[in-house]
């Protein structure tokens, strides 16, 4: 049985067992990493283009499991969204697609119990972000937007003038670092990283960062008196006021703010003008 099987153009079959690599006939454990997995197989069966010939995904993902295995899964979603993070990230960047909105994976159990153990459905759906529907009772959902995917969904090549972001609206925060300083936009998440080129837009450019800082680290979004802080997947670890995120995760502090990157190998301290 192939791993993934179109069953119709908006859904697909998925044999864990197939994928997990396990004997034919014995159990598989479904987990996070699998269903990371399974959902970024059934993004490369999306053929649709945008006008321009980049491949655009499908940004809803909506995975049904027996009960059972639903069941195992449950205790596991703080798990779940760090390994999607994880997972979707590195497909996002060997597609180099766009979204027509945020990224959304959901999982459910199979109400009516015709699911096979070990077995799995995945429906997709085009979803503009303000269509989105309220995750349910009993429903696992993740949600990350480009900046959390690591800047690799709907990227553009920056400009010259983009190396270091300053917004014509300030909000009256900015970020220091011994290397230089930014205005912070409010309410913009601005991606923070070492210099590189292809750095998604808006970008804080750290001047002097060593090797050590990743090329897009982690995201700001700040308001007049706090600021919200993410750690990018597959970013080395991000410190907020001596809080360690977990990859992909975020929190909002009030200002002036510590965070620090790569165990304090750079300190940017954000704070009002």
């Known amino acids: 049985m192939a791993i993934?099987?179109?069953?119709a153009p908006d859904m697909f079959r998925v044999a864990f067992g197939e994928?997990?690599?396990?004997?034919?006939?014995?159990?598989?454990?479904?987990?996070?990493?699998?269903?990371?997995?399974?959902?970024?197989?059934?993004?490369?069966?999306?053929?649709?283009r945008s006008a321009a010939g980049r491949p655009l995904l499908w940004n809803d993902y909506r995975m049904i499991l027996a009960r059972r295995d639903f069941e195992l899964v449950r205790p596991l979603q703080a798990l779940?969204?760090?390994?999607?993070?994880?997972?979707?990230?590195?497909?996002?960047r060997a597609l180099q697609a766009e979204?027509?909105?945020?990224?959304?994976?959901?999982?459910?159990?199979?109400?009516?119990?015709?699911?096979?153990?070990?077995?799995?459905?995945?429906r997709v759906a085009f979803v503009p972000t303000q269509q989105l529907a309220a995750p349910r009772d009993g429903e696992m959902t993740v949600r990350f937007d480009s900046f959390v995917m690591a800047g690799e969904i709907a990227v553009r090549a920056p400009k010259p003038s983009d190396t270091v972001f300053v917004g014509e609206e300030t909000g009256g925060v900015i970020v220091r670092w011994p290397g230089g300083e930014a205005v912070l936009p409010a309410g913009t998440r601005v991606v923070v990283g070492r210099p590189?080129?292809?750095?998604?837009?808006?970008?804080?450019?750290?001047?002097?960062?060593?090797?050590?800082?990743?090329?897009?680290?982690?995201?700001?979004?700040?308001t007049g008196t706090s600021v919200r802080v993410g750690r990018l997947a597959e970013a080395n670890p991000v410190h907020v006021n001596g809080q360690l995120l977990a990859s992909g995760g975020d929190v909002e502090v009030p200002l002036p703010a510590e965070v620090a990157l790569s165990r304090g190998e750079l300190v940017l301290v954000v704070q009002r003008v």
Request: aromatic letters at 4%; a negative charge; proline letters at 6%.
């Open 80 to 92: 779940l969204e760090r390994d999607l993070a994880a997972v979707l990230a590195q497909e996002a």
């Open 19 to 48: 994928l997990a690599k396990v004997k034919r006939g014995e159990p598989v454990q479904i987990d996070p990493f699998l269903i990371g997995k399974a959902v970024a197989l059934v993004m490369r069966e999306c053929g649709v």
């Open 196 to 222: 590189h080129e292809g750095a998604p837009q808006p970008f804080v450019a750290l001047a002097g960062a060593s090797p050590k800082i990743s090329k897009q680290h982690a995201w700001l979004s700040a």
């Open 4 to 7: 993934i099987t179109k069953q």
């Open 99 to 122: 979204l027509v909105g945020e990224l959304r994976v959901t999982v459910v159990y199979d109400e009516g119990d015709e699911l096979p153990v070990g077995q799995g459905v995945v």
